[in-house]
Nanobody, 127 residues
């Protein structure tokens, strides 16, 4: 499985960006796909996940209401719509996939639960 993230860039505070993560693989609809982010000097942080087997979206509590995760199974692509961006959202955003259908909600936040990772895309929010 290969994951290709794109869509990052420089945006002013209050603006929006949409990230995309294109995935290969014949059973994309069954994957759990997630976004993580890592700011300089900080640990990798869970952003959101889409549990393919249950068709459910899950978010970090601090980001609910501003970020929306979605997917297009026809395009094998996951999206992250980010609105009302803040300078604290500045980070490298990476997409990840768990392809074995074994994901449980309590472990979605854990990077170790994912077996494939894409390269990151930089998001910079200026004040």
């Amino acid at each position: 499985v290969q994951l290709q993230a794109s869509g990052g860039g420089l945006v002013q505070a209050g603006g929006s960006l949409r990230l995309s993560c294109a995935a290969s693989g014949p059973t994309f609809s069954r994957y759990t796909m997630a976004w993580f982010r890592q700011a300089p000097g900080k640990e990798r942080e869970f952003v959101a996940a889409f549990r393919g087997s249950r068709n459910t979206a899950h978010y970090a509590d601090s980001l609910k209401g501003r970020f929306t995760i979605s997917r297009d199974t026809a395009k094998n692509t996951m999206y992250l719509q980010m609105n009302s961006l803040k300078p604290d959202d500045t980070a490298v955003y990476s997409c990840a996939a768990e392809t074995g259908g074994r994901m449980i909600v309590s472990t979605m936040w854990n990077p170790s639960a994912y077996n494939y990772w894409g390269q990151g895309t930089q998001v910079t929010v200026s004040s």
